[in-house]
């Protein structure tokens, strides 16, 4: 039967859970630690904080020639989508509000 890797998150846990706590009074003004600015969830990414995902489903063909078009253009799928985007709006009348070259 194999083995089952070891969770990164419980080793961490462990290991922190071995090392002794320091002591208030050894801690100075310099040492101590900064409150957490940021959710528990170990996938929180502060510059997307005001952002939100729009996403859909296309075939794998779509995707592959996004990427091509991303490499011939030295950008990036977002800043690809975001040009497409703002096109979209002007074509429709409205304010160009996709940010580019922002990721």
Do not use: C, W
């Not at 083995?3 to 419980?10: K, P």
């Not at 320091?22 to 100075?28: D, F, L």
């Not at 003004?29 to 489903?57: D, L, Q």
């Amino acid at each position: 039967m194999a083995r089952r890797a070891a969770d990164l998150r419980q080793v961490m846990q462990q290991a922190s859970a071995k090392t002794p706590a320091r002591h208030a009074s050894s801690v100075t003004e310099s040492e101590s630690i900064p409150a957490k600015k940021y959710p528990e969830n170990p996938h929180y990414r502060p510059g997307r904080a005001t952002r939100s995902n729009v996403t859909g489903y296309f075939p794998q063909e779509v995707k592959k020639q996004l990427r091509l078009l991303a490499a011939e253009k030295d950008t990036t799928i977002q800043g690809l989508l975001a040009e497409a985007l703002n096109d979209l709006f002007a074509k429709n009348g409205k304010p160009e509000i996709a940010p580019v070259g922002d990721n």
